[in-house]
């Protein structure tokens, strides 16, 4: 059974770096048959796509965010990771990691869900 | 890039059938046929139900069908169920640029 689980900090201030972490169980990272990402979800709102990475290091971003976001992979720890900087009251949001299918890049797994608040 | 428009809520009784749109451009939904629907409970993660317009991943009930038409796309739920009560969201692959962009949500309630 996959399991995806974020961690990192909970409560940023404005202006810091948001920086997460995906541990990924039960499957291999360095599988060429998917792709790892972060996607968000604003309290009450809907869902954002905010960027993926192949476990070769490519990586592609949501144009919105693409100048604040860099996304990583470490296939050693079986670990993926974002950092968004210079956040703001509008990046509040629940954070999920997920895997997605090189056939039809479907979000097939996700992880629980982490809540970032930014908030001086 | 704009969100793909989906209704804001949809509801039916047991065993009914319910059917949401999904509404992109030429750009999205009008060119790919990586369009997917996921489910999301309150406070949970979502679960893609549907992926590449009309296929069910392992698991999924064969009462969730999709299909589309031009750019327009659409999931429906037959012999609706107590726990179909949900939030959906659909998705489509947007070039090589913007990539993904989500639909605005619809609540389906039974």
């Known amino acids: 059974q996959l399991l995806l689980k974020e961690s990192g900090p909970g409560l940023l201030e404005p202006s810091e770096t948001l920086s997460l972490t995906c541990s990924v169980s039960?499957?291999?990272?360095?599988?060429?048959?998917?792709?790892w990402g972060w996607t968000r979800q604003p309290p009450g709102k809907g869902l954002e796509w905010i960027g993926t990475?192949?476990?070769?290091?490519?990586?592609f971003s949501n144009p919105s965010l693409r100048s604040r976001v860099t996304i990583s992979v470490d296939t050693s720890k079986n670990q993926f990771s974002l950092k968004l900087r210079s956040v703001t009251a509008a990046d509040t949001a629940v954070y999920y990691c997920?895997?997605?299918?090189?056939?039809?890049?479907?979000?097939?797994?996700w992880g629980q869900g982490t809540l970032v608040t930014v908030s001086s | 890039q704009s969100a793909l428009t989906q209704p804001a809520s949809v509801s039916g009784s047991p065993g009914q059938s319910v059917t949401i749109s999904c509404t992109g451009t030429s750009s999205d939904v009008g060119t790919y046929q990586f369009v997917s629907w996921y489910q999301q409970h309150p406070g949970k993660a979502p679960r893609l139900m549907i992926y590449e317009v009309n296929r069910r991943p392992s698991g999924i009930s064969n009462r969730f069908s999709g299909s589309k038409s031009g750019s327009t796309a659409s999931l429906t739920i037959s012999g609706l169920q107590t726990e179909d009560e949900a939030e959906y969201y659909c998705?489509?692959?947007?070039?090589?640029?913007?990539?993904?962009?989500f639909g605005t949500g619809t609540k389906v309630t039974v």
């Open positions: 990475v192949y476990y070769s290091g490519n990586t």
């Open positions: 039960g499957g291999s990272i360095g599988s060429s048959e998917y792709y």
């Open positions: 998705c489509s692959f947007a070039g090589s640029n913007i990539f993904y962009v």
């Open positions: 997920v895997r997605q299918a090189t056939s039809g890049w479907p979000f097939d797994y």
